[in-house]
């Protein structure tokens, strides 16, 4: 079975500082990919960010960036030079790749920017 | 070009009512998958349709909750006999069959 974890219920941040999200996975399969979804208070669920359990580099997109951790199963998101809009709900996902593909996700983090 | 829609934004429904949630994916999207999302939790899932295979229906949570896909296109989410747990937040994703799902704006369904 697949399990997300997202311990950090709550995270406070200064504007323009950096800020680390939390996310620890659990599978047995070998083939899988990591997601990271941004959920503002008007709902829709923003993709931000994928790494692929393959992949070697970790990935960036902007401002974002996932700390791939194979071997401690965690993959967590680094927001950088945060802003005032990066205030949201924060969910990191797993989808496997081997049958159906269904994707779990986490409970969630919201960060709030302080200005 | 248009992304995932799903209607209706709100339903305000009777305990006992049955209500149908439809979901239009983006064209060309083989796969789509429903979520419930509570208030201030995560998202569950519930069922996930890839082209002309059988659904995964391993999140529905009880047989009052059914899914249908026609044409491999729209999909409706129906929910029988609706208990006040059932108020959530119902979101709609599709995917091309790569990684990113594009999600809808979601039905905010309200049992009284």
């Known amino acids: 079975a697949q399990k997300i974890t997202q311990t950090q219920p709550g995270m406070f941040v200064q504007e323009k500082e950096a800020v680390t999200l939390d996310c620890t996975y659990d599978t047995s399969d070998q083939s899988y990919g990591l997601f990271w979804y941004k959920q503002p208070s008007s709902g829709e669920m923003i993709f931000l960010i994928y790494q692929g359990s393959y992949d070697e580099q970790n990935a960036t997109e902007g401002r974002y960036s996932l700390n791939f951790q194979k071997a401690r199963k965690s993959a967590n998101l680094v927001i950088s030079a945060s802003q005032l809009g990066d205030s949201a709900m924060y969910f990191c996902?797993?989808?496997?790749?081997?049958?159906?593909?269904?994707?779990?996700f986490g409970t969630g983090t919201k960060l709030q920017v302080i200005p | 070009g248009a992304g995932v829609s799903q209607s209706p934004s709100n339903k305000v429904t009777e305990k006992g009512k049955d209500v149908e949630l439809r979901c239009d994916p983006i064209s060309g999207h083989t796969a789509l998958y429903w979520y419930r999302q509570s208030l201030g939790q995560g998202l569950e899932f519930l069922i996930y349709f890839q082209g002309n295979s059988a659904p995964d229906k391993s999140g529905l949570p009880s047989d009052r909750f059914s899914a249908e896909r026609t044409g491999g296109s729209v999909s409706t989410l129906t929910i029988q006999r609706t208990q006040q747990e059932d108020s959530a937040v119902y979101l709609c994703a599709s995917s091309p069959g790569d990684f990113q799902q594009y999600f809808g704006p979601g039905t905010r369904l309200t049992v009284t």
């Open positions: 996902a797993m989808r496997t790749s081997g049958g159906y593909q269904k994707v779990t």
